[in-house]
């Protein structure tokens, strides 16, 4: 196929992969006839692998990612799907890369088409094809539309909300495709000017006093004590933090009482929420070793941290996606006879507390999800206060929950 070319759908269930000499990022849109998503869950990618009628796959780095659309499944309103793709290294563009996507009948693995973008260069991210509604049949474009500012003004451009945005009120405008390039059927979605206008705002601007829990910060004003639900981005200066960080936790016996015996872990995932490995006391380090535990308190006396995980983001390997911190109870003692029980991330290096989430409430469990880590298709970290009760004495039990709350 050549940019804006395009080929009816002969398979109701279609897959695209996108290969290239190094490792991409491959993400999908569910868009509705004004060009935009509906909502954020119509933005399909590794942290959020399924949407009404569209699938993401990950190859694990050995083989291509892959959107899977069954036209047959995809809701009433949706007249586009975009797949999009971007170096998975952070800064790196399409310089010398040469992107192939593969348009597959999803059934059989049959090739239906194949496409590579031209005269690609400075590009971080593209559109490379679209699968659109027309007339009532299915069909395929080649696009090849590039991005600088990569999958962050993809995103911008179809409506999908982006935090801590950048000064400029518009993304960057996309890269138009080669002068000359052949144009069969509809002209392709870089000639829509809806698709290079900025987009429109998400919401109306925050009130002042935003709702307890709302909203996304980062580092850049120091260490930030979250509320449940709340979310922080480990980004500092405008840079993620890609070093190696402690998760410390702690708790007091409540009111005078026993000493009470609480155990740390931190469950691994990858980007389907398949579970990885988890580390806790007894078995102090997973993933080869950038993630490791301090090892188990049985008292849960004295101050300070009383358990202590240490992960080191920059070698966390591909498939980590997503860790969730949790503390159980093996004794069976609940967590209302828990006081003072917390979590906070910790710079490694310096020892600067960088998060801290108190927990204030408590219920009569013998399990909680403290807090979550997910990398974000930017490749920075996000750290969210959970603080969600569970029925469980072992990290066994938290693996089923803790999946769900990625």
Known sequence: MTPGSNIPLTATRVAVDVAAPVRLDVSGLLLTAD????????????????GPGVTYQ???????????????????????????????????????????????????ASVLATFTPPQLGGETALVIVEVYLRNGAWKARAVGQGYSNGLAGIATDFGVSVEEPAPAAAAPAPMAPPVGAPVQGPPPP???????????????????????????????KGRVNLQKNQTVSLVKGGKPLLSQVKMGLGWEPAYGGKDIDLDASVIAYGPQRN?????????????????????????GEGGGDDEVIVVDLGRLPQEVTGLVFTVNSFSGQKFTQVAKAYCRLLDAATGEELVRFDLTNAEAQTGVMMAK?????????????????????TVRGMVKPAAQAL
């Open 275 to 299: 579970h990885v490995d988890s580390c806790y006391f007894g078995k102090l380090s997973i993933v080869n070793g950038a993630i490791k535990h301090s090892g188990d308190n049985l008292t």
């Open 58 to 108: 990950s190859g694990g780095g050995t083989t291509p990612d892959k959107i899977t659309v069954d036209t047959s499944a995809v809701p009433a309103g949706i007249e586009k799907i975009v797949v999009t793709a971007s170096p998975d290294a952070a800064g790196q563009t399409f310089q010398g890369v040469e992107p192939t996507a593969t348009i597959r009948n999803a059934d059989d």
């Open 373 to 393: 880590m997910i990398k974000q298709f930017t490749g920075e970290w996000e750290m969210t206060a959970i603080g969600d009760f569970v029925k469980s004495r």
């Open 35 to 50: 060009g935009k998503v509906r909502s954020d869950d119509d933005f399909i990618f590794f942290n959020q692998p399924s």
């Open 190 to 220: 870089v000639a829509d000017p809806r698709l290079a206008a900025p987009a429109a705002p998400a919401a109306p601007p925050a009130p002042a006093a935003p709702a307890p829990g709302a909203g996304k910060i980062n580092l850049d």
